[in-house]
């Protein structure tokens, strides 16, 4: 019974090269989101995809940043030449319902921690 | 803008005490979760509180909401050192699927 997983746990890059992060949500669970987390602080919502669709990418930069979650494989979280000020922790979490539905919880993977030299 | 506030922000206790974590919200909710994250790994799903008055237990943790007052408290009863985290509250913006979270409570429980 896999929770979400998420790859790399670490992810080095040099300015102006591309991230790709990746998240496997929970067997079953067609709801994925994207979070950021900067060191001491809470983590910021970035998107929200359904199997295929966007939901909600409003916490997302424009630029440089794409999210998609494909009919098969994992969720993708790409950010495109990345700056030093990209470095956080990325955290992806599932659940099964949308956040409206009640008592509905997230699961959390144990992030990507994304480090630009 | 949905703004979610904790305090303390730190918070250094001894074994065998209690302590109680505030998380105020801004604007109106109708759900808010506890979760806590241990350094360098995932996070993990507490309580969470559907309706004003709502209160969860589980161990030596108690989570309580009250709406009206846009405030919740996670109460430590007798704290042990496994207890030592970082512990989150999260909101849910009303009308939208967007989890807001504040800035965090970091735990450390000492003999």
């Known amino acids: 019974n896999a929770g979400v997983m998420q790859n790399p746990r670490h992810l080095v890059r040099r300015r102006g090269q591309e991230a790709r992060l990746r998240c496997s949500p929970v067997?079953?669970?067609?709801?994925v989101y994207w979070y950021r987390q900067l060191p001491e602080e809470g983590l910021k919502f970035m998107v929200y995809?359904?199997?295929?669709?966007?939901?909600?990418e409003s916490g997302m930069p424009k630029e440089r940043f794409s999210a998609e979650f494909p009919k098969e494989g994992p969720s993708i979280l790409r950010i495109q030449q990345v700056v030093r000020g990209d470095s956080a922790a990325y955290f992806c979490?599932?659940?099964?319902?949308?956040?409206?539905?009640?008592?509905?919880?997230?699961?959390f993977g144990s992030g990507t921690q994304l480090s630009v030299l | 803008e949905l703004k979610v506030e904790q305090n303390p922000l730190f918070l250094s206790m001894q074994e065998g005490k209690n302590y109680t974590i505030y998380c105020n919200y801004s604007?109106?909710?109708?759900?808010l979760y506890w979760y806590r994250q241990d350094p360098g790994k995932s996070l993990e799903s507490l309580f969470v509180?559907?309706?004003?008055?709502a209160v969860k237990q589980e161990g030596r943790l108690m989570a309580s909401l009250d709406t009206k007052a846009r405030l919740s408290t996670l109460h430590i009863t007798a704290a042990v050192h496994d207890l030592s985290a970082t512990y989150f509250c999260?909101?849910?913006?009303?009308?939208?699927?967007?989890?807001?979270f504040g800035t965090g409570t970091r735990l450390q429980v000492f003999p």
């Open positions: 979490a599932s659940s099964r319902a949308g956040p409206k539905a009640t008592n509905e919880k997230l699961f």
């Open positions: 067997k079953g669970h067609s709801h």
């Open positions: 995809l359904q199997k295929e669709n966007i939901i909600d």
């Open positions: 604007t109106t909710s109708d759900r």
């Open positions: 509180l559907l309706s004003n008055g």
């Open positions: 999260a909101v849910v913006l009303l009308g939208t699927d967007k989890l807001i």
